[in-house]
């Protein structure tokens, strides 16, 4: 159980009463109950102490001389903030007294000769609603703050469907600035789509329309109308707030999710490409190539693979440093880019290997051509930091579905017969044969010719 805020506080009453032996009375018996007390003789005297000192309780006498007790009650209800309630005491017979009290502001009387016992069950069912109030505004003051400082969109809504609250995170990301949204309907604001559409009706808060859906909903990366027209992805809750079996409001939370999509979809292209060079990478050409089969299959065409390995590169290395080498590598990736249709891509697998993808060559002879272009762009000099590299490529050709029947085996069979090119002397293409596989051993594979 939550503690009280004011659970090691002594509440202070002021009695209020032009009548000495009255206000000597009602001391006695309230510091008897353990109670701190002040006094004051009239109602000037008791709107000063009022100013000065904070109170839990005013006890008045009804009937004073100069402004009487609902005069001054309305006084300390209407000038004084967070004011103390007022319990009335009076010696008077009069219904109109009474009234004019309870309409200043006073929560209670009682009559005179004192009944003590009453009195003290009195004071403490004031005291205890008091605090109980006060309790209450300071944590709704507290969860406003809270709600405030909220990174996320927080929104009320009442069971007339009207917003009745939003934090300033919710405001910003809507695109309003110091308007005030309360009392507007929430479908009004809220315009979502669903991934895809670009229809902005989808209702948020089904539950209001639909006994059949009075549950939690959440929108996984929705898109978000602002106050302008344009829109943003967001992760979005709407949950509905029921009395018994009815539905009497619902809380929104929403967050824009655009960060955390680029940031995922960094993750994706990191994933699937070169640092280096920034072409597609080995884990982007294992997920694509079962892809390109199958269509090449539906479509009943060719696809065909170049296995690429640079000749003459570990020298750049040795001789230049990895600095160089690594500008020569990004060359060449432009350069094989360049001699492709958009249909087609070149992957870097690692080091100085790389594959192209041919899915738009009708025959065989025109990845054979492609093979050459390659050679040919790659036997030109390459500049990297005023030291001119010369290089080459040994190319081996696999064929789908000619020389092979999946991903595995395609990849396999370009780097088997590239390994032919460079034990033919390098520089020049070699498509698959069935009698490379019975001539590579993986010693061999392993060491290669040079590069």
Known sequence: MTASFFADTTPLVLIVDDDEVI??????FLEGEGYDVDE????????????????????????????????????????????????????LDDEAFVDRSFQAGAVDYIRKPIHWSVLKN??????????????????????????DAAGNGICGVDENKKISYINPAGLAMLGYENESLQGRPYNRIFKLSMPG?????LDCCPFFHDETKVTARHFDEVRMLRKDETSFPADFRATPIQRGDRVTGGVIVFQDVTERQQAA????????????????????????????????????????????????????????????GDIV???????????????????????????????????????????????????????????????????????????????????????IAMYEAKKKGRNRWQRFSNKHTSAVTPEQRINRPGQ
Request: charged content about 25%.
């Open 23 to 28: 206000r000597l009375l009602l001391r006695q």
């Open 40 to 91: 004051a003789a009239d109602g000037k005297e008791a709107l000063q102490k009022l100013n000065d000192r904070i109170f839990d309780l005013v006890i008045m006498d009804i009937a004073m001389p100069g402004a009487d007790g609902p005069a001054i009650c309305q006084n300390i209800v209407s000038s004084i903030k967070n004011a103390p309630p007022v319990l009335m005491i009076t010696a």
């Open 122 to 147: 009195r004071i403490r069912y004031i005291l205890g609603s008091h605090r109980a109030k006060l309790e209450l505004e300071l944590l709704s003051r507290q969860y406003e703050m809270i709600l």
């Open 197 to 201: 559409s670009d229809d902005f009706n």
């Open 265 to 324: 979809e960094l993750i994706r292209y990191m994933a699937n490409h070169d640092s280096l060079t920034s072409l597609p990478n080995r884990n982007y050409l294992r997920k694509r190539l079962p892809q390109a089969i199958s269509l090449a299959t539906r479509h009943e065409r060719l696809l065909c693979m170049l296995f690429v390995d640079l000749d003459r590169f570990k020298p750049i290395n040795d001789t230049y440093g990895h600095g160089i």
């Open 329 to 415: 590598l990004r060359k060449v990736a432009g350069r094989l880019t360049k001699i492709l249709r958009s249909s087609d891509s070149v992957c870097r697998l690692g080091g100085d290997e790389f594959v192209i993808l041919l899915e738009s060559a009708n025959t065989v002879e025109g990845a054979e051509l492609v093979a050459a272009k390659a050679i040919e762009t790659l036997n030109e000099p390459i500049e990297a930091d005023n030291h001119v590299c010369y290089i080459g490529a040994s190319v081996g050709i696999s064929i789908f579905p000619d020389d092979c029947a999946d991903a595995e085996t395609m990849l396999r069979h370009a780097d």
